[in-house]
């Protein structure tokens, strides 16, 4: 059974690790959403993190790492399976969503912000390709959910889609790069100096009407209203630009695009991890002894036959009085056969 063992364990195919870690900033608008959670004994970092863990091992995410890293096919070939003349596609994916997950393993450094990744195959450089997918798809997720709202929301409403999507950073960032659009924002409408600015702006310029059907053209009293005028607007357009460049800084930092970075590149195993073949080999054999052992156990305890002095006194109960010799010749002298 050892050499079975030793046979077998040779025969199994090797199996590879590849390992990469990823970098994950916790968003400052987060700090807000979980501020009375502050209280609990799990602390709100722990809470982040175990989440983003579970959404890297999610099946919904997992999906997304085989289709948008075109992985589809080479798992499906380590199980000989071509889709989609062997399966429909969603049971393809289904597979080969399924073999990720077995293998792939994420866990959080202790007291880091540091994410480890890593995915064991028989295929080296499947092991390499499933993590760099991984990661470029966790930071594209990350990426559109500070961009746009989850498709999820805009689906649930509809009619509000567009409206909705305005009011995502991207959305405003775009309305805010738009000239026509900018002027129109109630950040720049409602802001006081704009506000007090076009008031005087209209007082000035109701006072040029007035000054025109009394002066002509170049009367000192009208160019000095249309230079007034014309510094009030120069001041309104000055602010103006003032207030959207600032929330066109204050958009860009918010969208600093991804609060995830690749700490360490997956690269491609050039060792082996397993299997522990010496360990198979070991229990294999450690087995063996115990069932044969077991077997020679019940052997003994099965066999009722009597073989000595003391089975005679422990099972029949009677005196022992002497042992009869077993001869394996025949006896051919009639004085020996008279005292058997």
């Known amino acids: ?19 990469a870690q990823l970098l994950v900033e916790r968003p400052t608008e987060q700090q807000v959403a979980y501020a009375e959670l502050k209280g609990q004994d799990r602390t709100v970092e722990t809470i982040f993190y175990n989440t983003q863990v579970e959404i890297l091992k999610s099946p919904s995410f997992l999906e997304r790492v085989v289709t948008e890293g075109d992985l589809l096919e080479p798992l499906l070939q380590m199980r000989k399976v071509t889709a989609p003349e062997d ?6 994916m289904q597979i080969a969503t399924g073999m990720v997950r077995s293998g792939l393993s994420v866990q959080q450094l202790r007291e880091t912000r540091i994410i480890t990744l890593g995915f064991r195959s028989t295929n080296r450089i499947l092991c390499k390709e ?8 966790y930071i594209k997720q990350q990426v559109e959910e500070k961009l746009y709202l989850p498709k999820e929301i805009l689906e649930f409403f509809p009619e509000d889609a567009q409206k909705l999507q305005r009011e995502t950073p991207m959305g405003q960032l775009a309305e805010i790069s738009r000239e026509d659009l900018a002027k129109g924002l109630p950040s720049v409408e409602n802001d006081p100096l704009i506000r007090q600015l076009k008031q005087k702006a209209a007082e000035t310029e109701k006072d040029l009407s007035t000054a025109r059907q009394t002066y002509k053209g170049k009367h000192p009293k009208v160019v000095e209203l249309k230079s007034s005028l014309q510094f009030i607007q120069d001041q309104i357009k000055v602010e103006t630009e003032n207030i959207i460049r600032n929330m066109k ?10 609060d995830v970075r690749v700490l ?29 052992g077991g077997l020679l156990l019940l052997r003994d305890q099965l066999d009722d036959t ?23 010749e025949k006896l051919k002298d009639v004085h020996q056969k008279a005292f058997f």
């Open 130 to 137: 499933v993590l760099d997918a991984v990661a470029g798809a």
């Open 249 to 258: 800084a204050t958009l860009t930092s918010r969208l600093q695009l991804s």
């Open 264 to 292: 360490k590149e997956a690269t491609v195993p050039s060792t082996p991890v397993g299997p522990t073949r010496w360990r198979i080999i070991l229990m294999a054999s450690l087995l063996s002894a115990a069932g044969v």
């Open 87 to 92: 399966l429909p596609e969603d049971k393809a």
């Open 306 to 328: 009597i073989k000595s002095q003391e089975d005679v006194e422990k099972f029949v109960h009677l005196p022992f009085l002497g042992h009869i010799p077993l001869l394996k």
């Open 1 to 19: 059974s050892g050499s079975l063992a030793a046979i077998y364990a040779y025969k199994l195919p090797d199996i590879f690790l590849a390992q």
